[in-house]
Nanobody, 116 residues
Framework: QVQLVESGGGLVQPGGSLRLSCVAS????????MGWYRQAPGKERELVAR???????NYADSVKGRFTISRGNAKDTVHLQMNILKPEDTAVYYC??????????WGKGTLVTVSS
């Protein structure tokens, strides 16, 4: 079992920055990939960014050049640095962990609101 706890969401003005963090606990040795997804009101959950144990990354086209995903040295944390935020980035952001056995784990989410 893996537990994920997100932090760092909040209200920010357009053009501003936020840094999200996710701490994993439990069988963290089983985690192969960690990532961030988001779900805006009335929309489906979508991938924002993910990072593998070897450091490979993938980003949604809409966030490339603005967001950066990183893992902590202990591999039990993942961060999402979000810069030049836009109103369309407003969503609940969820931390995700994919294990070597193909199982997905999710955090409860943290709300990011981009508004003036």
């Amino acid at each position: 079992q893996v537990q994920l706890v997100e932090s760092g969401g909040g209200l920010v003005q357009p053009g501003g920055s936020l840094r999200l963090s996710c701490v994993a606990s439990g069988t963290i040795f089983s985690i192969n990939v960690m990532g961030w997804y988001r779900q805006a009101p009335g929309k489906e959950r979508e991938l924002v960014a993910r990072i593998t144990n070897s450091g490979g990354t993938n980003y949604a086209d809409s966030v490339k050049g603005r967001f950066t995903i990183s893992r902590g040295n202990a591999k039990d944390t993942v961060h999402l640095q979000m810069n030049i935020l836009k109103p369309e980035d407003t969503a609940v952001y969820y931390c995700n962990a994919l294990t070597a056995w193909g199982r997905d784990y999710w955090g409860k989410g943290t709300l990011v609101t981009v508004s003036s």
